[in-house]
């Protein structure tokens, strides 16, 4: 289940707070915390969360990400995300994208030109060696990417977390994962927000038929591939009709009519192949 960013000046705390119980009150305890400047720093939020939800810690999985300005300070930005979830561990910890970008430069797109994304990965590894991860994986990484990260990384990344849905659907990289054992977890399953997703009537036929949601059939779809999904809500009512999905099954043919969709669309751009 995912949890976005929600900044305290547009959602209240008590609304962020009610949406994290929701999910605990329906035993889903993933939680993901994000620290990014001003996009979308969650993690107080969650931290908050997880200590008034009374949920044993051990219940919990917690994921959280180092971001891009933060490649060269790895061991610093764990150390306050930890403070912030208010946990001496966390269970996944990803690279938000392959780019180490210098915080110190006037435009923060400009990366370091003495570090990659291959340092800040070793420096990933040592979290795991401390403790201070239990597991570790990336996001937003291409098949090129991979292949460099791969030729040298004493850890192979547990999971690899991009865009997919029905317009984006990844497949090369979805093969590519499967066949080193990385686990793919998808977000924008549904399309994102303001989705144009269901406009389609393929979806939607099948959904009628199946007497489900479109958000259903594209979540369906999603695990039948073998990914996780991390949809996103805020909505008590959706939540739960999102995690309601037993008994909904797509067959071969819808599977297929579903994978042969011809519309593309990327919701965050950036691209996967980024040096
Ligand atoms: N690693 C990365 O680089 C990265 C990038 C983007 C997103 N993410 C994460 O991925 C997760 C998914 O978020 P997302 O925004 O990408 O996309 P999403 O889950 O595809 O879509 C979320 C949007 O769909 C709406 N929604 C949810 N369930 C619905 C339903 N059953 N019917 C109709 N509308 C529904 C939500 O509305 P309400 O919330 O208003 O109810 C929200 O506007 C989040 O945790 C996000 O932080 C990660």
Redesign the pocket.
């Known amino acids: 289940m995912?949890?976005?960013?929600l900044p305290s000046d547009l959602v209240p705390r008590t609304r962020r707070l009610t949406t994290l119980g929701t999910l605990f009150r329906l035993h889903f305890w993933q939680a993901?915390g994000?620290s990014i400047p001003q996009a979308?720093d969650n993690e107080t939020a969650v931290g908050d969360g997880v200590m008034l939800s009374c949920v044993p810690r051990e219940s919990l999985f917690l994921t959280t990400?180092i971001n891009n300005m933060n490649h060269k300070h790895v061991a610093e930005a764990m150390e306050e995300s930890l403070l912030k979830l208010h946990t001496d561990y966390v269970d996944l910890v990803?690279m938000?994208?392959p780019v180490s970008i210098d915080p110190a430069r006037e435009k923060q797109t400009v990366v370091y030109n003495d570090w990659t994304f291959i340092d800040t990965w070793r420096e990933m590894e040592n979290l795991v060696e401390s403790g201070r991860a239990r597991s570790i994986g990336v996001?937003?990484f291409g098949i090129q990417n991979f292949e460099t990260l791969l030729a040298s990384a004493r850890i192979v990344p547990t999971v690899c977390?991009v865009?997919s849905?029905v317009n984006c659907p990844s497949t090369e990289l979805l093969e590519f994962c499967q066949s080193k054992g990385i686990h793919l977890t998808v977000?924008?399953?549904?399309?994102?927000?303001n989705?144009r997703l269901a406009d389609n009537g393929t979806l939607q036929a099948i959904a009628r038929a199946r007497n489900a949601?479109i958000?259903q059939i594209l979540l369906v779809w999603a695990l039948k591939r073998g990914t996780s999904v991390?949809?996103?809500?805020?909505?008590t009512s959706?939540i739960k009709?999102?995690l309601d999905l037993d008994g909904i099954d797509l067959t071969c043919y819808e599977m297929h009519l579903l994978n042969s969709l011809l519309d593309r669309l990327e919701?965050?751009d950036g691209g996967r192949v980024i040096a």
């Open positions: 995912g949890w976005k960013y993901t994000t979308c990400k990803l938000h994208w996001s937003n977390r865009e849905h977000y924008a399953s549904l399309g994102s927000s989705s949601t958000q991390i949809p996103k809500s805020v909505t959706l009709g999102n919701v965050c």
